[in-house]
């Protein structure tokens, strides 16, 4: 995602629809009005089994007690399942003959935050809500009951397929921290964690500082949040700061990088000579001494390419923090490095993606085996240059391309000539951080003085190779599924993008891909929340009940844009038609 930066968040027409009450799970047959990517709506509605919604949002999902002013959540009814017609047509009784070929759950921005790091730009956030976010004291309980409640459902409800692996699609740390780093591989894979640095008696950040900018949850001030209806918590951080453990999960997963584990708040270079010396310093850093450093500041955390000069002076700040080496920043390679620490090995792989080799290489992206038959590409859509957005290498896209052509017996070239070969085809699902639409930064990396590809020239190659069926990504922090939609119907492919879990409404999705043995396939996206009851008693200290209201704070957020966050029904719970490109 945007570090702290602002985006303009893509609106989506909700589907046009015409929906059945089925046994079980809600269905709708539909396919929303993308442009010119809109397709006819399916014909002939079949029932879904919701034998396996326990869990899941087929099931429930929260909802608000009162649409006006800040309020509590509680259980609403499941989400429909849009079905998903603009890349093929659905066939009747598919679901008879249908059979699961892998399970995939996708967690992308758990953004684990080091609230009280002083290299944040707080201050910044009436120009940018990510700046400062009231719930993000408690972002290890939330990511801990998300894992709690991936291992609870276990099975991918249309597959029936135990989970064959979890990705992390990038912003797993907010600012670039060795501390939240830590924390986050500690949530994945198991572990105790203690979520403070600094003072170990007292909250240096923000939020004890007195500014009525910020929610001041401990205090009665009146501050802009308790305006807006949020509650006083008396005792708060020394809820947050207790001591609490992750279960780890219980199924392998893997580790892609996005701009929050490559640069300085997701923006900056992490080699950066201005800042990277203030992690693990006694001043909070309150802004630049010179106009020109600031606006500079200003523009890069509204998502523009905004250089900090290296001549920018730091002021003389009187925020006085405690010290803290654990949050020096870390480099790329170190980012692989603590994924190959056998202390996190968890439920495995050894290094979840990244390996020696890669490392000493400095390449951070990497193929695996989903399932037979299906094998996953791990991109790493970061620039070192910095900045929000992303793009390819040429290296990496050359890459990519032998990757998918080792396991297509057909293909196209640029010239869009059909090749053929004998080689044991597979399905492709591409992850990255970025999507196609904010692949656009393609300044030359310094590490690399390489071309850099862009989303749109990425979707082109992709579509040369039929055996790609899905792209999945983050990012947005939105729920959004797009059509990539080719002349040659068995060219098209899906984009999938997921919602954030640090911002409402906290998501994550399964990924059911399953053979129609009709010509067709269907992947079943189907999202899930944290274990996390929907309310609990403010002055409770269990991790979930934190968690619970990491959620609330999320939800009523002064900065917060639910809807758009949460996308329309056809970018939630979906079947996904296409050909079956190996039929």
């Known amino acids: 995602m945007s570090p702290i930066g602002r985006r303009s968040l893509l609106g989506a027409a909700v589907a046009g629809a015409a929906t059945t009450a089925l046994a079980g799970a809600a269905r709708t047959e539909a396919s929303p009005p993308r442009g010119d990517l809109a397709a006819g709506i399916a014909a002939d509605p079949e029932e879904h089994s919701a034998a396996r919604s326990a869990g899941t949002t087929l099931a429930q999902a929260a909802r608000p007690v009162s649409t006006r002013g800040y309020t509590r959540l509680t259980a609403g009814p499941g989400y429909p399942v849009v079905v998903r017609t603009d890349l093929s047509p659905a066939k009747r009784r598919r679901s008879v003959t249908r059979t699961g070929r892998a399970s995939i759950v996708q967690v992308t921005d758990l953004h684990v935050i080091d609230a009280q790091s002083p290299v944040r730009f707080e201050w910044l ?50 600012n670039h921290e060795k501390i ?82 490559d640069a300085i708040g997701g923006m900056m270079p992490s080699d950066s000579p201005v800042l990277a010396d203030l992690y693990t310093g006694r001043f909070k850093f309150t802004g630049f001494a ?40 870390f480099t790329p390679r170190e980012f ?77 070239d640029a010239r869009g000539a059909v090749l053929r070969q004998d080689v044991t085809d597979q399905l492709f699902v591409l992850f990255s951080h970025h999507t196609s639409d904010s692949m656009n930064n393609l300044a030359p990396a310094p590490d690399l003085l390489e071309k850099r590809h862009g989303g749109s020239e990425l979707v082109n190659m ?22 990539h939609r080719h002349a040659d119907p068995a060219r098209s492919f899906w984009e999938i993008n997921s919602a954030s879990h640090v911002d409402y409404p906290q998501h994550a999705r399964i990924i059911d891909i399953c053979d129609n043995t009709d010509g067709t396939l269907s992947l079943f996206t189907t999202l899930i929340e944290s274990a ?24 009523n957020d002064i900065h917060q844009h639910v809807t758009k966050r949460m996308g329309t029904p056809a970018d939630r719970n979906t079947e996904l038609l296409l050909r079956n490109p190996l039929a």
Not at 293 to 306: I, P, Y
């Open 532 to 555: 996390a009851p929907y309310q609990a008693a403010y002055d409770d200290g269990s991790p979930s009940a934190l968690a619970s209201l990491y959620r609330e704070l999320a939800y």
């Open 462 to 483: 992709l579509q040369r190779y039929p055996n790609v069926v899905a792209w999945v990504n983050g990012h947005l922090h939105k729920n959004r599924i797009l059509p």
């Open 290 to 329: 010179d106009a020109g450093g600031n606006t500079a500041l200003r523009r890069a955390v509204d998502g523009a390419h905004a250089a900090i000069s290296g001549t920018s002076k730091l002021p003389k700040s009187r925020w006085e923090v405690t010290a803290d080496e654990r949050r020096a920043p």
């Open 125 to 174: 956030h009436q120009i940018t809500g990510s700046a400062f976010r009231p719930q993000e004291a408690l972002g290890t309980q939330g990511a801990a009951q998300l894992v709690r409640r991936i291992n609870d459902v276990g099975i991918g409800p249309f597959s029936n397929r135990a989970f064959d692996c979890v990705v992390t699609t990038g912003d797993s740390s907010d």
């Open 180 to 261: 939240e780093l830590d924390w986050f591989l500690a949530t994945l894979s198991g572990g105790r964690i203690t979520a403070n640095t600094g003072a170990r008696d007292s909250w240096e950040g923000v939020q004890s500082a007195g500014s009525t900018l910020y929610y001041l949850p401990e205090t009665g001030a009146p501050d802009i949040y308790k305006k807006a209806g949020f509650p006083t918590l008396p005792g708060f951080f020394d809820r947050a700061t207790r001591p609490h453990s992750s279960d780890g999960l219980a199924t392998k997963w893997y580790s892609v990088f996005g701009n929050h584990d």
């Open 336 to 412: 692989m490095g603590a994924h190959l620490d056998r202390s996190v090995d968890g439920p495995g792989p050894h290094g979840h993606g990244f390996t020696l080799d890669a490392l000493a290489q400095g390449i951070g992206y990497y193929s695996f085996a989903i399932a037979p038959g299906v094998t996953g590409i791990a991109m790493d859509s970061t620039n070192r240059t910095g900045f929000v957005e992303g793009s390819i290498g040429e290296a990496q896209f050359r890459w990519i391309q032998r990757t998918l052509r080792a396991g297509s017996s057909r293909y196209y």
